[in-house]
């Protein structure tokens, strides 16, 4: 009879619901804003008569496909309809009490952008095929380092020196590859440079819990600083030995590449690439489905947790920041390798600070920051297009495009974003 | 399993947190640990299992000496701990953390879900848990996260089970269920360290029970002994359980709360419509488990809450929206809840902390200037009418002992005139003698003719000093009753029985704490 009585409360409590959800505005609010942005200034505002056309196939591919034209103003403003159609439709779930689902975000993103690109080439041509393989080609590095990043900060510890990193895998596997005319060697020798700035990081931040930002910025201006000046003392003056590393070449996988629009931007790609691909989704995979992942995440979130259930708390991180280190270094073997065939000062231009964000706007999962990272390689690529073409924006708008994107993301402003709890925080036991 | 400790010590520095102890745990019986905060149990346990290594003596399982170095090597030989804090990922799902770090897998490392889903389930019907495999653990009510904790310890197969105060974020009825489980437990022959520092439970349970003391065991007393030779062993010296209070002079009413409601940064509504009044000369005691808003609703009233909606008066003021620098000027004095966080600046002199909220005005400042003189003169005199044991006021605050620190925040709230105090947790963490002084000095304040708000998770806190207690469960009021109310009720109360039902449920059923320590139990 006691426990009867006993144990009724604590049902009732497990069956209903702890609190009541306050709605987010946020989300449909910032929807309708750039969706009015959409219907004022690319449907409305404009000349009606042009016509704005897409090219889908390049010249070397096997299934040519007709260049599809629209009328601008017309396509245009339908896309902004609809973007306005889906703020409505965000808005009422955001009514109902639901969150708005992150399907819903992508549509309401290709939507917007489509009708800018519709507006910005009115009356001449771009090529979607190029402009994706452009894309691409921005991402790599930027999918990379968010990895990296994500690796550090899945186990707490934050590394601002994704750059210091990438500029590091560039420098030494441009290097390595030059002075033994391979670039395999290179390929090797990149994720070698990154480990070794991880290496620095971890020993600092993991053994003695120096703060973990401090640590990072000193290493992207040390890197910047020892490859500018082995770059002026060596690389420069001595190219043919130092800094004439080659490139991969682009491999054509058959069957996929001749998938039309998407085939040639995928599957003509270096290998660096293809090992990315695997990447990702062995990270993914990893991360989520397997003892490694369940602790690496346990780590981040509770340390102490992890700790009295007999995981070595800062050994995880160790390994991990170093694990992330050799990626970075491997993505940026695609600055030298990949895409230019030499090794220039700086050349990582801030990518590592870029993939940074696309991790926190990937919200720390593998899937999720490559899909940041093509946004972003997207909206890098789009200025040079564009610049091209000559559209309507000046380009130094477009430059700033895909940094006012960053902030944006980072600001938190695509949704809620819930890092590891313990992230950043040193595990120092007592 | 048999656990026995011999002459274990461990040292921080200079303090010497345990002294020589020894320790035996038969198998199959129920070793309450019993003393107060900062006598050394749970450095003790630590050590045990394997969180801290001893300076001296040793472990023996089943008279083999072990060395656990962490706590892997202890859950290697069959110990098993259930942290005071939960020790559980709030993320992850309640098979996710129990099989952490002791993970089934199959091929490279592929985590086998269905194996650990499978396990939890059978333990929790086993011992009827009703702990759902798949539930996130953050969305799990307290009682259920530490069954979840169980389940992680006897997953590993653990024979001794170390539950280190395993009832201070429990309900009585929680705890009744709790102390059915230790009971199952025990009847499959695992041994368990129940450490506490409420008499009560101790009598309820205990097999055997080791009283220590300033890291020293003092005593083993028979299972039979009374509370108050538990409690005068614990504390080394007799004890008054009850404080001595006149029946209240209420006055006007001076703290009026209406429609108070709380928004947390993760959007719960944690403060729901709450309303009630605070009359002069009176103590209102808000009771209920930890984390069910009463911590929220202080700081809203102080104005440390961002999304706080509704109204608090004071004398017909409205203070919410104000800053929190207008607040205690209007006369609110505040207590919070954890002194080394908001109450105190651990590395200021207990000097500049007994003036933080009046530094820049008369008579500690003159313009933009200290007057550290007067300053230290204050603090001199503070010093000796709290009995606050800190050497001289130019000693830093972080090296008191909590009990002085608590007695630095006090005397700074109550050397200012007052309207209203509100004291959130105010004993929380302290040994006996300066419980009874914090609360003298509440009930002395009460009888100046102050309103006095408090919070307490401690049902004897609220009994000893309320005049009237407002329950609050999940954000909401559940009712306010006298402060002479039944244990039993207020107990059902706070899991969110309205007043009327638990009063009747009461008096047809005693919890089972209470029936024990009084001898009625039938079924032993």
């Known amino acids: 009879m006691r426990t009867e009585l006993a144990t ?29 942005l959409a219907l004022v ?72 952008v489509l009708s800018f690109l519709t507006w910005a080439v009115a009356g001449s041509e771009i090529s979607l095929t190029s402009a994706l393989q452009g894309t691409l080609a921005l991402s790599v590095p930027l999918i990379f380092g968010a990895l990296c990043g994500m690796m550090g900060e899945r186990t707490g510890v934050i590394n601002i020196a994704i750059e210091g990193q990438l500029l590091a895998g560039a420098f030494l596997s441009g290097v390595a590859a030059s002075l033994v005319g391979n670039v395999w060697v290179g390929l090797i020798a990149a994720p070698l440079a990154g480990l070794a700035v991880a290496w620095v990081l971890a020993v600092f931040t993991v053994r003695y819990f120096v703060n973990q930002i401090i640590v990072g910025v000193v290493l992207n201006v040390l890197v910047i600083g020892v490859t500018n000046f082995l770059y002026s003392r060596l690389l420069s003056p001595l190219k043919d030995t130092w800094n004439s590393p080659g490139r991969f070449p682009r491999l054509k996988i058959p069957v996929l590449s001749e998938i039309p629009v998407i ?12 090992i990315m691909y695997v990447v990702v989704v062995l990270a993914h995979i990893a991360l989520f489905r397997t003892r490694w992942g369940l602790r690496v995440r346990a780590v981040g979130e509770h340390p102490e947790a992890a700790d009295t259930a007999g995981i070595g708390v800062n050994t995880v991180r160790f390994r991990n920041v170093l694990l992330g280190g050799a990626l970075a270094g491997l993505g940026g073997a695609y600055f030298t390798l990949g895409a230019v065939g030499l090794f220039s000062p700086e050349m990582t231009a801030g990518a590592g600070f870029i993939a940074l964000a696309a991790m926190i706007m990937g919200r720390w999962t593998p899937i999720g920051a490559v899909f940041a990272a093509l946004l972003f390689g997207f909206a890098n690529n789009l200025q040079s297009v564009l610049g091209i073409i000559g559209s309507p924006i000046p380009s130094e708008f477009m430059l700033m495009a895909p940094y006012l994107l960053t902030i944006f993301a980072v600001a938190g402003l695509v949704g809620r974003i819930r890092p590891p709890a313990f992230n950043g925080q040193p595990y120092i036991k007592s | 399993m048999k656990l026995q400790l011999r002459g274990i010590t461990k040292r921080f520095g200079s303090l010497v947190a345990n002294d020589r102890i020894d320790l035996t745990v038969e198998q199959g019986e129920i070793h309450c640990l019993l003393g107060e905060n900062g006598a050394g149990k749970s450095t003790l346990m630590n050590v045990i299992y394997g969180l801290l290594q001893p300076d001296d003596g040793e472990i023996l399982v089943d008279g083999k000496r072990i060395t656990c170095n962490n706590p892997a090597d202890a859950m290697a030989v069959g110990i098993g701990m259930v942290h005071q804090h939960f020790m559980l990922v709030p993320v992850f799902t309640v098979a996710e953390n129990v099989m952490l770090g002791a993970e089934q897998t199959y091929g490279p490392g592929f985590l086998d879900v269905d194996a650990a889903r499978h396990r939890v389930r059978e333990i929790s019907e086993r011992y009827g848990f009703h702990v759902d495999p798949d539930a996130i653990v953050e969305n799990l009510p307290v009682g259920v996260q530490q069954r979840v904790e169980i389940i992680k310890a006897l997953v590993r197969d653990a024979h001794v089970l170390i539950l280190d105060e395993p009832t201070a974020v429990l309900t009585p009825q929680e705890t009744d269920e709790l102390i059915e489980i230790m009971r199952q437990l025990k009847a499959n022959g695992t041994s368990i360290v129940f450490i506490t520092h409420k008499l009560r439970e101790v009598r309820a349970i205990a097999d055997r029970i080791t009283v220590i003391r300033l890291g ?68 209102l005691a808000v009771a209920g488990v930890q984390g069910n808003g009463q911590t929220e609703l202080t700081e809203a009233i102080m104005g440390l809450q961002q999304r706080a909606t509704g109204s608090v008066l004071l004398h017909g003021v409205e203070l919410l929206g104000k800053s929190v620098r207008s607040v205690l000027r209007a006369g609110v004095g505040f207590v919070p809840e954890d002194r080394r966080v908001d109450g105190l600046v651990g590395d200021f002199t207990v000097a500049e902390n007994l003036v933080l909220d009046r530094h820049d005005e008369p008579p500690f400042a003159s313009g933009p200037m200290l007057k550290p003189a007067v300053v230290r003169r204050s603090a001199k005199d503070r010093i000796a009418e709290f009995d606050i044991r800190a050497g001289s ?65 401690e049902l004897d806190e609220v009994s000893a000093l309320a005049d009237r207690v407002l329950v609050m469960y999940r954000g909401t009021v559940v009712g306010i009753v006298p402060g002479d109310t039944d244990r039993d009720v207020l107990g059902l109360m706070m899991a969110g029985v309205p007043p009327e039902e638990a009063a009747e449920r009461a008096r047809q059923h005693h919890t089972l704490v209470e029936g024990l320590a009084t001898g009625q139990d039938g079924r032993e």
């Open chain 1, 41 to 112: 200034v690319f449907g409305i505002l404009p000349d009606g008569g042009r016509a704005s056309t897409f090219g889908l196939s390049l010249t070397d591919d096997a299934i040519q496909l007709a260049p599809i034209s629209v009328p601008s103003k017309l396509a245009a403003t339908l896309l902004a309809l609809v973007c306005l159609g889906i703020a409505a439709y965000a808005a009422w779930q955001t009514y109902l009490g639901r969150r708005v689902p992150l399907w819903l975000s992508i549509t309401f993103g290709v939507a917007f």
């Open chain 1, 8 to 36: 009724r409360p604590a049902e009732s409590a497990d069956a209903q619901p702890a609190v009541a959800l306050t709605r987010h505005w946020r989300t449909p609010i910032m929807f309708g804003l750039f969706g009015l």
């Open chain 2, 393 to 457: 006021g130019a000693t830093l605050a972080k090296t008191l002992s909590g009990g002085n620190q608590q007695k630095v925040v006090i005397a700074r709230e109550l050397s200012r005139p007052l309207r209203a105090l509100v004291a959130a947790q105010p004993t929380r963490g302290l040994d006996v003698g300066s419980i009874e002084f914090v609360h003298r000095r509440l009930i002395a304040e009460r009888d100046k003719g102050t309103a006095v708000l408090i919070v307490s998770t």
């Open chain 1, 263 to 274: 085939g040639p931007v995928l599957f003509h790609q270096t290998i660096i690439v293809y």
């Open chain 2, 216 to 283: 020293k065991v003092v005593g083993e007393p028979d299972v039979s002994a009374s509370e108050s030779e538990l409690a005068s062993l614990m504390v080394g010296r007799a004890v008054t359980l009850a404080v001595a209070k006149d029946p209240p002079d209420v006055g006007d009413v001076v703290v009026d709360v209406r429609g108070m409601t709380v928004v947390d940064e993760r959007d719960h509504v944690v403060v729901d419509d709450v309303s009630f009044d605070v009359k002069s000369g009176e103590i």
